[in-house]
């Protein structure tokens, strides 16, 4: 099996996935990373968050809490300077649960524009009233 993504996938076009728009961009500064420019996972963790739980507060049409990361893969290195782009797309919903996937992809500043899927990860969030209590997520019916 070849480790080679297919030729129409982001990362071997070297491109950001087309049709879709990013629900946040950001580019980590020096203070994000140690000594060697690599950032930190723990500061890319909490970008992911806040990305997913965009499309998570707008299913809930309201406040919503992170119950748990279900999966995270740091693909590649983020390097201080990048150009970070975060898809986020609900992929499930419960009564009151979100699944929401995450995809990072790098835009390489320094390095000709060369774009990388650096990470990908699950959360789950749960919708929550002003107690901070679960609610039930709105009839999407109506």
């Not at 982001?10 to 990013?22: C, V």
């Not at 009564?95 to 524009?113: D, Q």
């Not at 009233?129 to 009839?139: C, K, S, T």
């Amino acid at each position: 099996m070849s480790d080679t993504p297919p030729s129409d996938s982001p990362t071997a076009a070297g491109r950001l996935p087309e049709g879709q728009m990013p629900v946040l961009r950001v580019i980590p500064m020096p203070k994000d990373a140690n000594p060697s420019g690599d950032v930190f996972g723990g500061w890319i963790m909490a970008q992911v968050d806040l990305a997913g739980s965009v499309p998570a507060q707008g299913r809930a049409n309201g406040r919503v809490a992170t119950v748990a990361v279900t999966s995270f893969v740091f693909k590649e290195p983020v390097l201080v300077g990048d150009l970070l782009s975060f898809y986020a797309q609900i992929v499930k919903t419960g009564h009151t649960s979100i699944t929401v996937e995450v995809e990072v992809y790098a835009e390489r500043i320094r390095l000709n524009s060369e774009v990388v899927k650096v990470t990908e990860a699950m959360l789950v969030y749960v919708a929550t009233d002003h107690q901070r209590r679960p609610r039930p997520l709105p009839d999407m019916r109506a």
